[in-house]
């Protein structure tokens, strides 16, 4: 089977790779020219455990190709995946321009029957307009080529983006037809050998499906922050009552972690859109506005308990921050809770020190060199008034304290994400707050 995806971000970089794995001759098409020519040379552009391996193998081997040019490949393909981004336009609804941009450039240019598959996060009813304009364009050529168009959103967790893609939960595949349906059977049953988990949907249910479940993972978040907060001042441990909230089956234990807020390209983004969605038809969701409302305050609260500790005396602290992108595995600073603290650190007059195993880069070209770049965790720490850790990569479970009191004017550390024991570090000797405890 031959296939295009159109976009190489992270869902069309992983998908298309992933595919190529399991035999499929895949091209990856985008518009950014030197995107394409850093893949061809061999270099991968995002950050994501295995990938680049992965893409070389399948690159050397023949069954990944990358190109600048959909025409081209249009005529050897059966389905083409679009997994361009859509952006939040200023109102916060997701911003089409690119998948309709792909969707008339397929009505200009298929000979033969092709369907064309949504892989981006859409708004309910996008696959309409898609449909639309193919039509349109169909009709402008003055020609009658059959196609169909579908929708298969993606759920794959960046930092875990290859494990997710090909053990998935359950693929989700919105279709019209019957010949759609079967050709997507095909291509993703190599995926799912064992146990054959594609649920096949309308397709305004599969476009639902994807905001539906992100937003209540992101509720979820939202609610387990309220809660710690509500722990701390009655005197209770969210840690405790996390395990006995997700021991109920019917909860289960998962997505149960308070923390200092949600970030990346996911949550923040979809949340808003399906809020727009939702007013756009003229109906309020209040649940979801509370949501964002919470994981928005949530953002900035190591800097209030920071700011509490000092009594609102922050001006020439030495502030260190451990993990600056929004989760661990991954470079992505998008929305991350990092990009809030280091503003408000700033505005209130503190030198920051950050450190993160993969993210500097991403942070120097974000916010440049208002920060001090640390050269290593125990770097960061040098003479600082306080340690903040926002992101939980691996090398912070288990740090030597020893070292770290030593370095630091002041043994305070705030953990954003509860990550260490508080009874062990009152025995070692630090002065330390966590979420919801
Ligand atoms: C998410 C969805 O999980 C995925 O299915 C979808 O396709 C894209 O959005 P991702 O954004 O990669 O994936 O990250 P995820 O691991 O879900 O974490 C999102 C945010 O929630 C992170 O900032 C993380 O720190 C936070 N989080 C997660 C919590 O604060 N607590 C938790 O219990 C879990």
């Known amino acids: 089977m031959n ?3 159109v976009g190489t971000g992270y869902v069309g970089l992983v998908s298309g790779t992933c595919f190529a794995e399991m035999g499929v001759h895949v091209t990856c098409v985008d518009v950014d020219e030197d995107k394409i020519n850093t893949l061809i040379s061999g270099q991968i552009p995002i950050y994501e455990p295995g990938l680049d391996e992965m893409v070389l193998r399948n690159y ?40 309709l941009a792909v969707a008339r450039q397929f009505g200009q240019n298929i000979k033969k029957y092709t369907v064309l598959v949504t892989k981006s996060t859409v708004p309910v009813g996008t696959a309409g307009k898609v449909k ?29 983006a290859i494990k997710d893609f090909m053990s998935p939960d359950r693929v989700v595949v919105g279709v019209e037809s019957e010949k759609a349906k079967e050709m997507l059977t095909k291509l993703y049953r190599p995926f799912l050998l064992n146990n054959f988990r594609v649920i096949f949907t309308d397709i305004p249910s ?26 701390e001042l009655v005197g209770a441990d969210v840690n ?39 007013e756009k038809r003229g109906y309020r969701m209040k649940v ?11 953002k900035s609260i190591l800097f209030r308990k920071l700011s509490t500790y000092y009594q609102s005396d922050l001006q020439g602290k030495i502030i260190a921050l451990w993990g600056i992108s929004f989760k661990p595995e991954t470079d992505d600073m998008r929305e991350s809770p990092a990009l809030v603290i280091i503003k408000l650190l700033l505005e209130a007059g503190c030198t920051v020190k950050v450190y993160d195993p993969v993210a500097m880069g991403e942070c120097k070209r974000r916010i440049g060199d208002v920060v001090i770049y640390a050269t290593d965790m125990y770097d960061a720490v040098l003479d600082a008034d306080a340690l903040l850790m926002l992101t939980e990569w691996k090398q912070f479970r288990l740090p030597s304290w020893g070292v770290i ?33």
């Open 3 to 5: 296939i295009a995806i």
């Open 60 to 99: 050397r081997e023949g069954r990944l190709n990358f190109t600048t040019d959909l025409v081209s490949v249009l005529d050897d393909v059966d389905i083409v995946f679009s997994a361009v981004g859509t952006p939040p336009d200023e109102d916060g609804s997701a911003d089409l321009q690119y998948v």
């Open 132 to 160: 639309a304009v193919i039509e349109e364009e169909l009709r402008q050529r003055g020609v009658e080529i059959p196609f169909d168009v579908a929708s298969n959103p993606e759920f794959l967790k960046e930092g875990a």
């Open 206 to 231: 599969a476009e639902m499906i994807k905001y539906a479940a992100n937003s209540m993972l992101a509720t979820r978040i939202s609610f387990m922050n309220d809660i710690a907060n509500l722990c």
């Open 240 to 278: 405790m009552v996390r395990k006995g909230v997700g021991s109920d089956s019917r909860i289960g234990s998962k997505f149960l972690y308070p923390g200092c807020g949600y970030g990346g390209s996911c949550f923040p983004k979809d949340v808003k859109a399906l809020i727009k969605t939702a």
């Open 288 to 298: 979801l506005r509370a949501v964002e409302e919470v994981n928005e305050e949530q």
């Open 405 to 437: 009191i030593r370095s630091m004017r002041k043994p305070l550390v705030i953990d954003g994400r509860n990550i260490y024991d508080a009874e062990e570090m009152k025995e070692v000797g630090v002065e330390y707050f966590g979420i919801g405890r």
